[in-house]
C-alpha cells in the first residue's frame, strides 16, 4: 500500500473533499487524525473507518489549535507525516459589499489555520520527511466574482506554499497544492437548486463532470502524499477535470 506506515492529518476531515482524503488515504494504509467541528460526521466517520482514524472536534480557527491538533495526532499515532490543510470556510458578496467579518472568517479559517499548523507540524515533518498538501480555488486563479475574501485567501495559501517548497526543501518536506473541483454535499445541493446553471458551468469542464471527493481528489492527495511525488514540490496540482488548464 502506498501510505503504509504514515500518519496523517487532515483538517475538514468529517465531510466533503476532506472525507474524501481520509477514506482515500486510509485505503491505502495510512492513520489519520481527522479534524472538523462537526461531531457527529467525524464520529460517524472515525466509527467507519475504524482503528485507522481518529476524530478530533475542535474549531482551527483558535491560534493554539495547531499545536493541539499536531500533539494529538503523535500522541494517537506516534508521528507525523502528512499536513492536509483542507478546512475553509467563507461568504460571498461583490466586492463593494464585502465586509471585515467577512475577510475574518476567510483568513481565519482558511490562511492562517494553514500557516499555523505547518508551522507546528514542522518539527515533525522535519524528522519524516514529510509533505504539506495545501488547496487553492478556482475562485482565486480565475478571479471568480462574489468570492473576494476566499479568492484572496485561497492564493495567499498558494503563496505561502511556494515560500515553504523553498525554505524546506533542505529538510526534506515537500510542499504542494490541490486546487480542485468536486461534488461535494454542497454542490449536489447547488446542482439540485440550479440545474441550468450547473449545467452551465458543467459546459467548462472539458471531462464535463465533478470529481469525485474520494475517487478524483483523494487519489491525487495520496499521490502527493506517497513516495511517488517525492520529486515534486511548490506545485499547483489542477484537480478540475480540465476547466483551468494552467501555463
Known amino acids: 500500500m502506498r501510505l503504509d506506515g504514515k500518519v496523517a492529518i487532515v483538517t475538514g476531515g468529517a465531510g466533503?473533499?476532506?472525507?474524501?482524503?481520509?477514506?482515500?488515504?486510509?485505503?491505502?494504509?495510512?492513520?489519520v487524525l481527522a479534524v472538523d467541528v462537526n461531531d457527529e460526521a467525524g464520529q460517524a466517520l472515525a466509527s467507519e473507518l475504524g482503528e485507522s482514524v481518529r476524530f478530533l472536534r475542535t474549531d482551527?480557527?483558535?491560534?493554539?489549535?495547531?499545536?493541539?491538533?499536531?500533539?494529538?495526532?503523535?500522541?494517537?499515532?506516534?508521528?507525523?507525516?502528512?499536513?492536509?490543510?483542507?478546512?475553509h470556510a467563507s461568504r460571498q458578496a461583490p466586492l463593494l459589499e464585502h465586509t471585515q467579518e467577512m475577510f475574518d472568517l476567510s483568513f481565519g479559517t482558511g490562511f492562517y489555520p494553514t500557516v499555523h499548523l505547518m508551522q507546528a507540524a514542522h518539527p515533525q515533518l522535519k524528522e519524516h520527511g514529510g509533505t504539506v498538501i495545501n488547496f487553492a480555488s478556482g475562485a482565486g486563479l480565475n478571479g471568480q466574482p462574489t468570492q473576494t475574501s476566499y479568492a484572496a485567501a485561497k492564493e495567499a495559501i498558494r503563496a505561502v506554499s511556494r515560500v515553504a517548497a523553498h525554505?524546506?526543501?533542505?529538510?526534506?518536506?515537500?510542499?504542494?497544492?490541490?486546487?480542485?473541483?468536486?461534488?461535494?454535499?454542497?454542490?449536489?445541493?447547488?446542482?439540485?437548486?440550479?440545474p441550468a446553471m450547473a449545467e452551465a458551468v458543467l459546459s467548462g469542464v472539458p471531462l464535463h463532470r465533478f470529481g469525485d471527493p474520494e475517487q478524483d481528489i483523494g487519489r491525487v492527495a495520496v499521490f502527493l502524499a506517497s513516495d511517488d511525488a517525492r520529486y515534486m514540490t511548490g506545485q499547483t496540482l489542477m484537480v478540475d477535470g480540465g476547466s483551468i488548464m494552467l501555463r
Open 16 to 31: 466533503g473533499i476532506g472525507r474524501g482524503i481520509v477514506q482515500a488515504f486510509t485505503k491505502e494504509g495510512a492513520r
Open 60 to 87: 482551527i480557527s483558535r491560534p493554539e489549535a495547531a499545536q493541539e491538533i499536531v500533539d494529538a495526532a503523535v500522541a494517537a499515532f506516534g508521528g507525523l507525516h502528512v499536513l492536509v490543510n483542507n478546512a
Open 167 to 194: 525554505e524546506w526543501a533542505r529538510d526534506g518536506i515537500t510542499v504542494n497544492i490541490i486546487s480542485p473541483l468536486a461534488a461535494t454535499e454542497g454542490v449536489r445541493k447547488w446542482q439540485e437548486e440550479h
